[in-house]
């Protein structure tokens, strides 16, 4: 089967995971890590970086960082993926999944300024989704923020590298959370990152990550989690961070190479993409008319010899989060089950490229 999205192992990983065995470096201490920080910060153009063991540990970080109180609202996307919300439940707050926009599948901020109107001042936070490797408008998100005194933070789980408007993916949002998940762009295998410009937080999330020990001897000043990256994690992130803009123009080259094949179809539309020279495209993903549809296109190129599989769903009428209350959010629940992700892995080669584009070519589906 030709994957949707595998890891390009292609640079210094082994060299340098060669590396921390030579030097005995391999747990939760070491000079991949501090350097990984420092670059990741410096691609996000944020002064502070902190590494953990996954992005998911990055939102929860980031949400006991900002003093975020048992039963406090915690608004995000409805079509997200899970860990976004699972973060929030974690941290001891309440998930509140509001609407997203049809044009770029992103959260309404119209949506947030009402969900925080109707929440009688008990928002702490907003977590905006960069879905897809695509970046939101920020400025309207930091409107309604600010002017209600909550803070925003950025699930950019895949948007490293990403910019918009001259705001790099991770940028945007008082704190950042990035996963270096193996399927990302950037992989450490595993792995994830906060990123800001407030000291103080980023003291408190390196400081919350491991253990909250004060100092060399056994003592502890809070209840603290065992959430930092290992330094062989690490030395795989730096490896992949040095090529990421070949990662990136790969990725990016794939995205429009499908887009363009869909130019004119009226049962296949490509996920929305302002500009490729500045998305993240993580993953390419098509939109289809009908779940139906949508299966009978998974089952056609899977018989091509090529992985294919739905992608997210909306969360507030998934049985974990049923409980909480949250509006209607059509838009988010008219995506459930009619979008397929196609093979986007940086180092696809034009061969399987052409057999995926010959596969969406010979499928015929209903009209959108």
């Not at 998940?181 to 450490?188: C, D, L, M, P, Y």
Request: with cysteine; aromatic share 6%; net charge negative.
């Amino acid at each position: 089967m030709i994957p949707i999205a595998v890891p390009d192992l292609r640079g210094r990983e082994a060299q340098y995971l060669a590396q921390c065995v030579a030097d005995n470096w391999v747990s939760s201490a070491g000079p991949f890590v501090s350097e990984l920080e420092k670059q990741v910060a410096a691609l996000a153009g944020r002064a502070h970086g902190i590494a953990c063991v996954n992005g998911t540990t990055a939102l929860q970080l980031s949400l006991h960082a900002i003093g975020l109180r048992p039963g406090e609202i915690v608004i995000l996307p409805d079509w997200t993926f899970a860990a976004t919300a699972n973060a929030i439940v974690h941290a001891g707050g309440v998930p509140l999944f509001v609407d997203i926009l049809e044009s770029d599948w992103s959260i309404d901020p119209t949506a947030v300024a009402a969900a925080i109107a109707n929440s009688k001042d008990n928002v702490r936070a907003i977590i905006a989704v960069d879905v897809l490797g695509n970046l939101p408008d920020p400025a309207p998100l930091r409107a309604v923020a600010q002017r209600h005194g909550v803070v925003l933070i950025e699930d950019a789980a895949c948007a490293l590298g990403a910019r918009k408007d001259g705001v790099r993916g991770g940028g945007y949002g008082d704190l950042a959370a990035i996963s270096f998940n193996g399927n990302k762009t950037v992989t450490a295998g595993g792995g994830g990152m906060v990123v800001t410009d407030n000291a103080d937080w980023a003291r408190e999330i390196r400081h919350l990550s491991t253990q909250a020990r004060t100092g060399a001897d056994y003592r502890h000043d809070r209840v603290g989690f065992n959430f930092r990256m290992t330094n062989v994690n690490a030395a795989i992130g730096l490896a992949q961070v040095e090529r990421i803009d070949e990662m990136l123009a790969a990725k990016r080259r794939i995205a429009a190479a499908y887009k363009a094949a869909l130019q004119g179809r009226n049962d296949l539309a490509f996920m929305p993409v302002e500009d490729f020279t500045q998305s993240g495209c993580w993953l390419s993903v098509v939109r289809t008319a009908s779940s139906e549809a949508n299966a009978d296109l998974a089952a056609h190129l899977r018989q091509a010899g090529i992985d294919a599989r739905s992608f997210w769903c909306a969360l507030s009428d998934q049985p974990p989060y049923r409980g909480y209350a949250s509006p209607a959010n059509p838009l988010a629940h008219g995506l459930n089950d009619r979008t397929i992700c196609l093979p986007s892995s940086s180092h696809l080669g034009d061969a399987d490229l052409n057999t995926v584009l010959a596969a969406l070519a010979a499928w015929q589906g209903p009209s959108i």
